[in-house]
């Protein structure tokens, strides 16, 4: 982990980068924006472009925008008349990850059943039924599917954590059948079947578990889904979490709550893999040490 630090605040630094560039990328002046409406003469509106620091040169912008950010201050709204970010990011933020965590603990079990029920029966139709699902839930836009849902279910939450939970549990269905018919390809399973042991003692306790490390490296991928997804699935159905907060805010052009929802957005994504960097570790303590096995040959 402490050979990944420099790597992480790398990459915290790009995403503090990119937040501030996707603020200044939306079109229309955000002075404009702010004195929409109302009556404003050119001395209020260069007062205004001062007071917000956008007459100075986007370097000094940005030292600016990263110094706020390390006292915790986002800027406030231009939407929502000089609300505080933080304060529309902290009322978000629960939603999306209510939801994230709904999906995670609806897709994980789906998809490992169903990814061990195709590996078992892969030769019969109905592994190619599991197949032809999931590749035909993967093929589905995020958009298209959370809207089929959202009708089918009359728009309740329950739906829309279905509608991030699919994709993320056909991804694993088709990770663990993988992984899983690998597994029983190899000798010690053709001895333990030629012992007599069962087709779920086969599958649960030996098959299962040696392709737990590929499947945990595949956690952060799985959980980005999910992550990339929240944006078309609490629009269509009206949750008022960060991914719909962002698309209204890039609508509206509200560069300040675009930029930060975008960098919350990039943070969570660090967090998921440096999760899943501690699931791996986990599944197998001979990665735990910095990507080093125990004979200390790179992973």
Do not use: C
Not at 198 to 223: E, I, K, M, Q, W
């Amino acid at each position: 982990m402490t050979r990944r630090l420099p790597g992480l605040l790398l990459l915290t630094g790009a995403a503090v980068l990119a937040s501030f560039l996707a603020s200044h990328a939306l079109p229309g002046d955000p002075v404009l924006l702010m004195v929409e409406g109302r009556a404003a003469d050119p001395e209020m509106i260069r007062r205004l472009r001062e007071d917000a620091g956008l007459d100075q040169p986007l370097a000094v912008q940005f030292l600016n925008y990263a110094l706020d950010l390390l006292l915790g201050d986002l800027g406030q709204s231009l939407r929502y008349g000089g609300v505080p970010v933080t304060a529309l990011l902290g009322d978000a933020l629960p939603v999306t990850l209510g939801l994230m965590a709904g999906a995670a603990a609806l897709a994980l079990p789906l998809g490992l059943a169903l990814g061990l029920a195709a590996a078992d029966v892969r030769r019969a139709w109905p592994g190619t039924a599991l197949t032809i699902g999931s590749v035909l839930v993967l093929s589905a836009p995020p958009l298209a599917l959370a809207t089929w849902l959202m009708l089918a279910g009359s728009g309740t939450a329950p739906w829309a954590v279905a509608a991030l939970a699919l994709p993320a549990a056909a991804m694993i269905a088709r990770l663990t059948r993988t992984q899983v018919m690998e597994v029983l390809g190899r000798d010690f399973i053709r001895t333990a079947r030629a012992k007599g042991l069962g087709r779920a003692a086969l599958l649960l306790r030996h098959a299962l578990p040696n392709a737990l490390v590929p499947l945990a490296a595949a956690v952060g991928s799985v959980a980005g889904t999910i992550l990339t997804t929240t944006a078309a699935v609490e629009t269509v159905f009206a949750l008022p979490g960060i991914g719909r907060l962002t698309v209204q805010a890039v609508l509206a052009r509200d560069h300040t709550v675009a930029g930060a929802a975008v960098l919350v957005f990039v943070l969570l994504q660090v967090a998921i893999s440096l999760t899943a960097e501690m699931l791996i570790g986990l599944t197998d303590p001979r990665l735990r040490d910095d990507g080093l096995r125990d004979d200390g040959k790179p992973s």
